[in-house]
C-alpha cells in the first residue's frame, strides 16, 4: 500500500500555470505507474495524465495533450503535474493515484487500475 498527499492545488487565472505535487511513502514507489485524475463539481472522476515506473512512458487525456506535463523523482518518491495555459474547464480536485500491482499495462488510464489514492488537492482557474 502506498499512502499519497497532494499539493499545489490553489486559485488561478485562465492562462496560468501551476504545479501540482504527489509524495507517496510505503510501498516501493518506484515499482508502479502513477496517475493524475480530476472530479469537477457534479462529473465522474477522469483521466488526466499517467507515467509508467520507470517515467519513460506517459499518457494524457486530450483534453490536457499538449498543456500538462506528467513527472516523476523516484529517489523523492514524488509525482509531478506541470499546468500551463490553464482554462476554465481545468476547475476540480486533482488526485494523485498509484496503480495496483502487477500490473500489466504499463500506462494505465482507467480509474479501476489504480488502488491507492491521495486526498485530493482542489484547483480553481477563474476568468
Known sequence: QVQLVESG?????????LRLFCVGSGRTFS???MGWFRQAPGKEREFVAAISWTGSSTA???SVKGRFTISRDNA????????NSLKLEDTAVYYCAAARLPQRVVVPTQDYHYGDWGQGTQVTVSS
Open 76 to 83: 523523492k518518491n514524488t509525482v509531478s503535474l506541470q499546468m
Open 31 to 33: 515499482n508502479g505507474a
Open 60 to 62: 494524457y487525456a486530450d
Open 9 to 17: 492545488g490553489g486559485l488561478v487565472q485562465a492562462g496560468d500555470s
